[in-house]
């Protein structure tokens, strides 16, 4: 089956603007992650979600970050006015039964580049 | 708060030779485990995770870890490379205490197969 897809793969943006990164979720799953991955660095966590509830987002870096998930499928995770060192791999998992415990299946990643 | 250590950014063997890759945490109860694989341009994949059964772990493609309290170490081990193992593999460890949800990376280790 299809598994973790995110859009768009590679982003470009000024700084100052806002951005979008989605991500897709295997089909049925509960559970939603995000991560920030820096160059050379393993991913960090962002923050969580079990169906459509936030749980957890306490990695979220600034106010700048907000991520939702409206209908317990496809989330959003959006950058308000964009900093330079909000450049990273944006990585999206998703998992059957919620909780950090469950193998967590990821998607390729949004590169972001900020200029 | 839960981390993780992965000691050498880089290691090379040879084809046929043992694969070793380290894993430290740091935490007063042993929290859950886990390895993850990514491959260029793929998202990361589960290689293996320990959840306070038996202390040795088998994963996919051949590897496997032990889970050794008294080192509090999750070492990675695979008797003999191949050429396909050449990616970068993240030792990760999730926080199973006071409530806490998040989910911690290494840095990682990139790993060279040499034919």
């Known amino acids: 089956g299809a598994g973790v897809s995110q859009s768009p793969r590679y982003k470009v943006a000024k700084r100052g603007q806002d951005v979008a990164l989605r991500c897709d979720p295997i089909s049925g799953h509960v559970s939603l992650f995000w991560y920030q991955q820096a160059l050379g660095q393993g991913p960090e966590f962002l923050t969580y979600?079990?169906?459509?509830?936030?749980?957890?987002k306490s990695g979220l870096p600034s106010d700048r970050f907000f991520a939702e998930r409206p209908e317990g499928s496809v989330s959003t995770l959006k950058i308000q006015r964009t900093q330079q060192e909000d450049s990273a791999v944006y990585l999206c998992a998703s998992g059957t039964s919620g909780g950090f415990t469950d193998t967590q299946y990821f998607g390729p990643g949004t590169r972001l580049t900020v200029l | 708060a839960q981390s993780v250590t992965q000691l050498g950014s880089h290691v090379s063997v040879s084809e046929g030779a043992l694969v070793l890759l380290r894993c430290n945490y740091s935490?007063?109860?042993?929290?859950?485990l886990f390895w993850y694989v990514q491959y260029p341009n793929q998202g990361l994949q589960l290689l293996l995770k320990y959840t306070s059964a038996a202390t040795l772990v088998k994963g996919i493609n051949g590897f496997e870890a032990e889970f050794k309290k008294s080192e509090t170490s999750f070492h990675l081990t695979k008797p003999s490379a191949h050429m396909s193992d050449a990616a970068e593999y993240f030792c990760a460890v999730s926080d199973r205490m006071g409530g806490g949800n998040q989910f911690y990376f290494g840095t990682g280790t990139s790993l060279t197969v040499i034919p």
């Open positions: 979600f079990q169906n459509e509830a936030q749980l957890d």
């Open positions: 935490s007063s109860v042993p929290p859950y």
